[in-house]
């Protein structure tokens, strides 16, 4: 597995406690190829966005293995983890999670900062030059657009330069146009760094610019093929 970005073993995952348990991931085997854009489909309550979220290591599985960019994520303690997480992989949310009271600036610069690495902001700055922000480097998140609220998200993303971007539902909160723009903003990136792109989606027309869709139902693989597309 150690060629892959991603890799999935029979996983399985359940969340809450006692009565309210929902055993949501069954039995989940999956490999993402180094550079390969996926897209994750299917219906409300398939497992989609857990499995996005186990990708990442937001999730821990009850069972089976997942290794991500040659590491197996159970070797790591939590801490470890936070750290390996925050260089290897970049997470794009469908509610952008920006720090209200921290300008574009500062919450591009915060994964950096968190690390401890120096140039935080010089490099924060650039990577919002590169998503189209230049401009807006001093607003806060109330003074911008959903679609620039969410490039910010993506800067905030990528100042790591990690191996691996993974995106939940990212337009689902922005209008068709400027959807498209945040669309064409990440496939952009994955062409030009030779990231590896996974994200969940409704949007069928997205999925097929993916070099493979993947369908779950019931928290299991139901399909997985190439895009008419790739």
Known sequence: MQDKAIALQ?????????????????????????GQAVGLVGPSGSGKSTLLMTMAGLERPDS????????????????????????????????????????????????LELAGEDEAFERAEAELQAVGL??????????????????????????????????????????????????????ALKRDRGSTLVLVTHDLNLARLCDRTVRLRSGRVEADAATAAA
């Open 134 to 187: 230049g401009h807006r480097l001093h607003h806060y998140p109330a003074q911008l657009s959903g679609g620039e609220q969410q490039r910010v998200a993506i800067a905030r993303a990528i100042v790591p330069n990690p191996a691996i971007l993974v995106a939940d539902e990212p337009t689902g909160n922005l209008d068709e146009n400027t959807g498209q723009s945040i669309i064409d903003l990440l496939f």
């Open 64 to 111: 089976g293995r997942v290794v991500v960019d040659g590491t197996d994520l159970a070797a790591l303690d939590e801490d470890a983890l936070a750290r390996f997480r925050g260089r290897r992989i970049g997470i794009v949310f469908q509610s952008f999670h920006l720090v209200p009271t921290m300008t574009a600036l500062e919450n591009a610069a915060l994964p």
């Open 10 to 34: 029979d996983v399985d995952l359940s969340l809450g406690r006692g009565a309210a348990r929902v055993h949501i991931l069954k039995g989940v085997s999956l490999e993402v190829g180094r």
